[in-house]
T-cell receptor, first 109, second 115 residues
């Protein structure tokens, strides 16, 4: 069964707008990771946030983690058409790594 | 560096046939894993390995075998293909150190259809 649940399932925005995706999970974790997948391609790692971190930035990406609520969010600022892809959260624990079903982001030029 | 490579890119099998999906990485990563991705779903872990000679089952191991004789290679064997194994298969690797689940590097995938 999947550990992470992304919300929304699909998101459509205009270029230049911000995109926010959420991930909820059920059990304790070592870290949480976000990946991007372009259509028909392999996943590409975006950012990793450890369980003792609350916020992390990487370029136009901002990730937050709330372990008390078992949730994370990914914010993409000033989106571009090239950001169109599926985004997955993955929760990592000692024995397992589980991916959510993903959020399909469409950025319209 | 080629990163993580997978062959073949596409494969069609008949029910009951067996085959091996190849995966290789040139980053000297200790940790390697196999996932399957079904339409509209995330990835599910099939098998993983934390080093040469060591393998373990993931979430959906039934019908699949793996071995890890070298650091570089991690083949996935389908013993007797079934239509339920129609999927896209991804191999991934990562450097170990503390948690086995650091940043993972993914191959381009193998699209398998079982008739």
């Amino acid at each position: 069964s999947q550990q992470g649940e992304e919300d929304p399932q699909a998101l459509s925005i205009q270029e230049g707008e911000n995109a926010t995706m959420n991930c909820s999970y059920k059990t304790s974790i070592n870290n949480l990771q976000w990946y991007r997948q372009n259509s028909g391609r392999g996943l590409v790692h975006l950012i990793l946030i450890r369980s003792n971190e609350r916020e992390k930035h990487s370029g136009r990406l901002r990730v937050t983690l709330d372990t008390s609520k078992k949730s994370s969010s990914l914010l993409i600022t000033a989106s571009r058409a090239a950001d169109t892809a599926s985004y997955f959260c993955a929760t990592a624990s000692d024995n397992d790594m589980r991916f959510g079903a993903g959020t399909r982001l469409t950025v319209k030029p | 560096n080629a990163g993580v490579t997978q062959t073949p890119k596409f494969q069609v099998l008949k029910t009951g046939q067996s085959m091996t999906l190849q995966c290789a990485q040139d980053m000297n990563h200790e940790y390697m894993s196999w996932y399957r991705q079904d339409p509209g779903m995330g990835l599910r872990l099939i098998h993983y390995s934390v080093g040469a000679g060591i393998t373990d089952q993931g979430e959906v191991p039934n019908g699949y075998n793996v071995s890890r004789s070298t650091t570089e290679d991690f083949p996935l064997r389908l013993l007797s293909a079934a239509p339920s194994q129609t999927s896209v298969y991804f191999c991934a690797s990562s450097a170990s150190g503390g948690s086995s689940y650091n940043e993972q590097f993914f191959g381009p995938g193998t699209r398998l259809t079982v008739l």
